[in-house]
């Protein structure tokens, strides 16, 4: 994190809970973008909510301030995301609920992936879900505009539903 974004001439920092933890308030509220990187959801999101970081979050996204991540720290913004938190499977996760809708990350990078996200759908357990490739990533405006910004490999975000009884797999 800090090597990559030194480069970019940004002034970063980061939060740990695991020492003496901070006033997350101040923290968060100084910041021009948020970014949360990978790991394991499940666990990210119960010490957030252990600390309050979710209604702070919450606040500073509506103050205006960019949230962003990668895997964990890109589904976390959703309603709910698509994990594999748990040991040998995926599973669907409630988290924070900034951005409506579900989320999967590493879409193509992981075999299990579509498949578990078009049999939720073919099953009707949900009725969309938003799904980011690789090397790609999704940019949200206003709540409600979606894109895919591709790094040079041909990558996409997809709205995948269900249409006529088949999933529906749509670009962003």
Known sequence: FYRAFSKLDCITSHIDFFSRTENLEEKVFTQDII??????TKSMLAVWKEWNLHK????AYEKGIVMSGVSAG????????????????????????????????????????EPYVNDLIQK??????????????????NDHE?????FGN???????????????????
């Open 35 to 40: 970014y949360v990187g990978g790991g394991n």
């Open 56 to 59: 702070i979050l919450q606040k």
């Open 74 to 113: 890109a589904i976390c913004w959703f309603e709910k995301g698509i994990t594999d938190s748990f040991s040998n499977e995926l599973n669907i996760i409630d988290c924070l609920g900034i951005v409506n809708g579900i989320a999967c990350p590493h879409f193509d990078e992981e075999k299990e992936r």
């Open 124 to 141: 009707e357990i949900i009725e969309s879900c938003i799904c980011i490739e690789g090397d790609c990533a999704l940019h949200i405006k």
């Open 146 to 150: 979606y894109s895919s910004i591709d």
């Open 154 to 172: 041909g990558k996409n975000c997809f709205r995948v539903s269900r249409e006529k009884n088949k999933v529906k797999k749509e670009i962003l």
